[in-house]
Structure formats: structure tokens, C-alpha cells
């Protein structure tokens, strides 16, 4: 149980478009989903937080405009990079957890997204 | 944001019991100790989280100091699979957040 899916696993796209990432619960309703990246060789950065029909809560230093979070329904949320550079290039991996309280993240297998 | 401390790297034969050490020592009472690990290219599997008690599941089990400020994760019988990265986060949460903050975590190699 508790099986999140991210899709794509992969893309490559050319620098100046926008990217949509998908992450999926599959087997259960998520109340929270999370986005976060990860750089070469470091940990993961949390980006934002998203609660099911609520405006994302963003880090300190991740830009709204930049990498806008939908969170529409218990099942769905999506990360979109618009006007992509090669500096966003990353590992972009979410998760998700219910609304209960002592329950733990469970994450996606991660999206590799490369900007050239 | 709470802050952990753990070795960069450890190793271990397969079979073996691995100890992982974790401190933190800012931890806050209502702070919970999670464990989470990470093959590369994938995302970080949930492992073992408590708060004050020592717990046990079928993957792990977590030593959890009287004082709080430390805590062990404890692989009973390493494997091949075991090789990843494993990270100790206290997750922090209040009426208005949840949310993990990862540190950078130790890279377990498990040897044949």
C-alpha cells in the first residue's frame, strides 16, 4: 500500500519551455503533497508544501512564479517549471501522506529533468 | 529548523547488524525521529519513525535515547538491498506546518 507515482520519470526539453511534473497516489487520498529537489550528490531540498484545494506554502528562496504547484484533487498534484533553464536542471521528486496525524511521506521515484 | 547530525558514510558486511547513529540535539519535545533511505535514481523509502519509545518493524528497529538528543537505527541483518543512503530527519510540525527536513544523511555500503 501507500504508493505514490510520479510521471515522467524523465524529460529532456530545450531551454525557454515549461515543464508539467505529475505525482499520483495511487492507493490512498492525500490530504499533503510535498515537492522537493534534489541536486547531484546532495539531499533533498523541500520546495513547497500543498494541502487538496489550498494555495501551495513555498520555501524560503523558491520562486512561486517560477514553479507553480496545483493541488486539485486527493489523488493529484502537479509541479510545473515554467520557462525552464539549465539551472533548474534537477531530480524533482514529491510525496504525499494523509490527513492523519501520525502517518508517515510517502515519495515518488523521482523526476530527472534536463534543461539544455 | 531542527537540525540532525550523522557520519557520512558507514560500512558493513552482509549479515551483520549495522548501527546507524543520528544526533539531535535541538530536538523539541514534540519533534518525531524519522528514518527514511535512498537508492540512487529513486525516492527515499520510509524506514522508522518514533518519538520517545524504542520501535520495531519488519525492516528496522530505532533505539531512541532517554534524553532524546540521539538515536540508532538499527539494521539486524544487513543485506545487498541495504546499500543506500539513509537519512534521520526530525519532522517539525505545528498548527500550521509538517513538513521533513532532510539532512545529508549516511551512505551505508554493505559488502558480500
Known amino acids: 500500500g501507500a504508493v505514490v507515482s510520479q510521471h515522467p520519470s524523465w524529460v529532456i526539453c530545450k531551454s525557454g519551455t515549461s515543464v508539467k511534473i505529475e505525482c499520483r497516489s495511487l492507493?490512498?487520498?492525500?490530504?499533503?503533497m510535498f515537492w522537493y529537489r534534489q541536486f547531484p550528490k546532495q539531499s533533498l531540498m523541500l520546495m513547497a508544501t500543498?494541502?487538496?484545494?489550498?494555495?501551495?506554502?513555498?520555501e524560503q528562496g523558491v520562486e512561486k512564479d517560477k514553479f507553480l504547484i496545483n493541488h486539485a484533487s486527493l489523488t493529484l498534484s502537479t509541479l510545473t517549471v515554467t520557462s525552464a533553464h539549465p539551472e533548474d536542471s534537477s531530480f524533482y521528486i514529491c510525496?504525499?501522506?494523509?490527513?492523519?496525524?501520525?502517518?508517515?511521506?510517502?515519495f515518488g521515484d523521482g523526476t530527472r529533468l534536463s534543461i539544455l | 529548523d531542527a537540525k540532525t547530525t550523522q557520519p557520512n558514510s558507514m560500512e558493513s558486511n552482509e549479515e551483520e547488524p549495522v548501527h546507524l547513529p543520528c544526533n539531535h540535539s535541538?530536538?523539541?519535545?514534540?519533534?518525531?525521529i524519522h528514518w527514511y533511505r535512498q537508492l540512487p535514481s529513486q525516492g527515499p523509502e520510509y524506514v522508522i519513525h518514533?518519538?520517545?519509545s524504542n520501535v520495531n518493524n519488519r525492516m528496522a528497529s530505532l533505539a531512541i535515547a532517554e534524553d532524546r538528543k540521539s538515536s540508532t537505527l538499527i539494521l539486524h541483518r544487513a543485506t545487498l538491498r541495504d546499500a543506500a543512503v539513509y537519512y534521520c530527519?526530525?519532522?517539525?510540525?505545528?498548527?500550521?506546518?509538517?513538513?521533513?527536513?532532510f539532512g545529508t544523511g549516511t551512505r551505508l555500503q554493505v559488502f558480500p
Open positions: 530527519i526530525l519532522r517539525v510540525s505545528s498548527y500550521n506546518t509538517d513538513k521533513l527536513i
Open positions: 535541538t530536538i523539541s519535545g514534540t519533534d518525531y
Open positions: 518514533g518519538l520517545t
Open positions: 510525496s504525499a501522506k494523509t490527513g492523519e496525524w501520525n502517518q508517515p511521506q510517502h
Open positions: 492507493d490512498f487520498q492525500a490530504t499533503t
Open positions: 500543498s494541502n487538496e484545494g489550498s494555495k501551495a506554502t513555498y
